[in-house]
C-alpha cells in the first residue's frame, strides 16, 4: 500500500525557491511512477511534473519546465520538486501522487498525498 506525506511548503518571496518532498510509508515505492500536482482557489487539479518508476523519464508542464525539477530517491521513497524563480501564480496546493500506469494523466493516478501549500508573494 502507498501513503504519501508532502512537506517543505511555505510562504516565499517571488524569484525565491521552494523544494517539496513526498514520503512514501509503505513497501512499493518503486513500482510506482509518480507526479506533482498543484490546485490553486477555484481552479482545477493539474499536472506540474512526473517522474517514471526509475526516474529516467520526466515530464513538466509547460510554464514548468525550466524552473522545476523533479527527482527521486527509491531507497529513500522520497520523490522531490524543486521549485525555482518561483511566481506568485505558482501559488497553489501542491499535491504528490503515484501511478501504476501511465505518468502523463491525471486520471491514472491511483493514491494521493494530503497536500502542502505553496505562497510566493510579489
Known amino acids: 500500500q502507498v501513503q504519501l506525506v508532502e512537506s517543505g511548503g511555505g510562504l516565499v518571496q517571488a524569484g525565491g525557491s521552494l523544494r517539496l518532498s513526498c514520503e512514501d510509508s509503505?513497501?512499493?515505492?518503486?513500482?510506482?511512477?509518480m507526479g506533482w500536482f498543484r490546485q490553486a482557489p477555484g481552479k482545477e487539479r493539474v499536472l506540474v511534473a512526473a517522474?517514471?518508476?526509475?526516474?529516467?523519464?520526466?515530464y513538466y508542464t509547460g510554464s514548468m519546465k525550466g524552473r522545476f525539477t523533479i527527482s527521486r530517491d527509491n531507497a529513500k521513497k522520497t520523490v522531490y520538486l524543486q521549485m525555482n524563480l518561483l511566481k506568485p501564480e505558482d501559488t497553489a496546493v501542491y499535491y504528490c501522487?503515484?501511478?501504476?500506469?501511465?505518468?502523463?494523466?491525471?486520471?491514472?493516478?491511483?493514491?494521493w498525498g494530503q497536500g502542502t501549500q505553496v505562497t510566493v508573494s510579489s
Open positions: 509503505g513497501r512499493t515505492f518503486s513500482s510506482y511512477g
Open positions: 501522487a503515484a501511478t501504476s500506469g501511465e505518468i502523463y494523466y491525471i486520471k491514472e493516478y491511483d493514491y
Open positions: 517522474i517514471s518508476r526509475s526516474g529516467g523519464t520526466t
